[in-house]
């Protein structure tokens, strides 16, 4: 069975500073993998996603996140922080050819002015 | 992309009562998800909803609880039964990617229900 998981449930830092939001996942062969935002009260939104091809994803806000088969990881980084990216950060995956997604518990990003 | 039209977008019931949440999609999918956040968790996949089909139920959920309805390609009902304070949570709805190979999932806002 496929699970993720996500190191840390809250992550601070200060506008301008480097954003990294931990995930690992759990499977038997690389699966497809993805990174969702959920602003207050809003459903959730795609910020990127690795299906095939560049391990270096590039997502919307300026958000990217590297695949490493090696390390079984799917990190989610952003150079500078933004006030407007406090959300909380889900990473989920899904096996080759989608089906159900399977989430991490979340990291919660605050950010301080 | 899809839209997706969840109603309520809120909601305060009290114990033993039944809420009935409605997905509503503005194209055609073949499968609906239905998941259940509770209150600083993660999203929870509760079934499986296809059209001309009975809904498939993960593990933990049973469809007495929660009985779910797809009569078309754009509609759903999730319903939650005799409901208890351990019910309060957000219920969103999925769909599954409109071009299959894109494998973006849509969801919609979400329903928060609290049970009092």
């Known amino acids: 069975a496929q699970s993720v998981t996500q190191l840390g449930s809250h992550v601070s830092v200060s506008e301008g500073a480097l954003v990294l939001l931990r995930c690992n996942y759990s499977?038997?062969?690389?699966?497809?993998l993805f990174w969702y935002v959920q602003y207050p009260n809003q459903g959730l939104q795609l910020l990127l996603k690795y299906t095939t091809g560049a391990t270096l994803v590039k997502g919307i806000n300026g958000f990217e996140a590297e695949f490493k088969k090696s390390e079984t990881s799917f990190h989610l980084t952003k150079p500078s922080a933004h006030m407007s990216d406090a959300a909380e950060y889900f990473c989920a995956v899904t096996p080759r050819g989608f089906q159900k997604l399977v989430f991490g518990t979340g990291t919660r990003l605050l950010v301080s002015p | 992309s899809a839209v997706i039209s969840q109603k309520p977008s809120r909601d305060i019931c009290q114990r033993g009562t039944s809420l009935t949440i409605q997905c509503q999609v503005d194209s055609q999918v073949t499968m609906m998800f239905w998941y259940r956040q509770q209150p600083g968790q993660s999203l929870t996949l509760i079934a499986t909803?296809?059209?001309?089909?009975?809904?498939?139920?993960e593990s933990g959920f049973v469809i007495d609880k929660f009985p779910i309805s797809r009569p078309n390609l754009t509609f759903s009902t999730l319903t939650v039964s005799n409901m208890s304070p351990e019910d309060s949570s957000i219920y969103l709805c999925s769909v599954e990617p409109a071009e299959r190979q894109s494998f973006e999932a849509f969801f919609g806002q979400g329903t928060r229900l609290t049970v009092v």
């Open positions: 909803a296809n059209q001309g089909s009975e809904a498939t139920y």
């Open positions: 499977s038997s062969v690389p699966p497809y």
